[in-house]
């Protein structure tokens, strides 16, 4: 899915909602235990309630890799699952992978050759040369760690050198000589509030995927207001919010009327900031 695909798929749904599939065998309904595979039939359920209002799913791999093969089993069943039912969603692999060259290049060929994944987060702090093979995919992106929402960040990423440039801008910066708005987005956390107009001065054009909204406390008519571009440009991110809406046999349902909510007040925001 290229970035115009994207952002039609943004306007003719009037959402840029992302359900984050964070799933815990922990947490799920228990009425699911009993089936042969827990974690896809509550996953399944959570895509078939929530789909017609989001335009993206992002299976955290942390909560699949936990439950050793039966999790990765579970994970691309889901995948499969999406890109048959439902192929009009864009797919993040939330894995945060980046390692040396070679190393990398593994990554990028579990998630772009071998499951066909749209999208897949990586942290940036190995240099370019981490990156890159991931980048090397056609119609494949890289969705760059820039400024998360957890309350660690401060601890690096707002860092200033000795020119006041903080980490997270050099990162902005340089990673846009390795690839264009085409095929690179960054994550911003929802906490960040009006840094999204700092963000957003050094890339304007980038599509950003903004989790945080909902459990984490982050505010989306700020997000909206400060990281908004012409074509919509965001992508936020709601799991907890949403899958976990109810522990009860209307799991789904609720999960629906969660998802619906969201996106009653993202059509607003566009039509507000999206200009």
């Not at 815990?24 to 974690?39: F, G």
């Not at 264009?180 to 980038?206: C, K, N, W």
Request: aromatic share 10%.
């Amino acid at each position: 899915m290229n970035r115009q695909e994207l952002a039609n798929q943004i306007f003719k749904k009037q959402s840029f909602l992302c359900v984050g599939l964070d799933t815990d065998i922990k947490k799920i309904p228990a009425h699911l235990l009993s089936e042969e595979d827990p974690i896809f039939a509550f996953n399944k359920a959570i895509i078939d309630a929530t789909a017609d209002n989001c335009v993206a799913y992002k299976p955290n791999l942390a909560f699949y890799e936990s439950m050793g093969v039966r999790g990765w089993i579970s994970f691309e069943k889901t995948i499969k699952y999406l890109k048959e039912k439902y192929p009009d969603q864009f797919i993040i692999a939330d894995a945060k992978r980046g390692d040396i060259g070679n190393t990398s290049a593994m990554y990028a060929r579990s998630f772009f050759e071998e499951l066909n994944i749209d999208s897949v987060t990586v942290a940036p702090y190995m240099g370019e040369d981490s990156v890159s093979p991931f980048l090397t995919y056609e119609g494949k992106w890289v969705i760059l760690l820039a400024l998360t929402s957890n309350k660690g960040s401060h601890d690096f990423q707002l860092t200033a050198d000795a020119n006041g440039e903080r980490l997270f801008e050099k990162v902005l910066r340089t990673s846009q000589t390795w690839a264009s708005a085409d095929q690179m987005m960054y994550v911003v956390g929802a906490t960040q509030g009006r840094l999204f107009e700092d963000i957003r001065r050094i890339v304007p054009d980038h599509f950003l995927l903004v989790p945080g909204i909902g459990a984490q406390g982050g505010l989306l008519e700020e997000v909206c207001r400060y990281g908004m571009n012409s074509k919509c440009g965001l992508i936020v991110n709601s799991s907890r919010a949403i899958i976990y809406a109810s522990n009860g046999t209307d799991f789904a349902e609720k999960a629906a009327e969660a998802a619906k909510s969201v996106a009653v007040e993202m059509k607003v925001m566009l039509e507000k900031y999206c200009k």
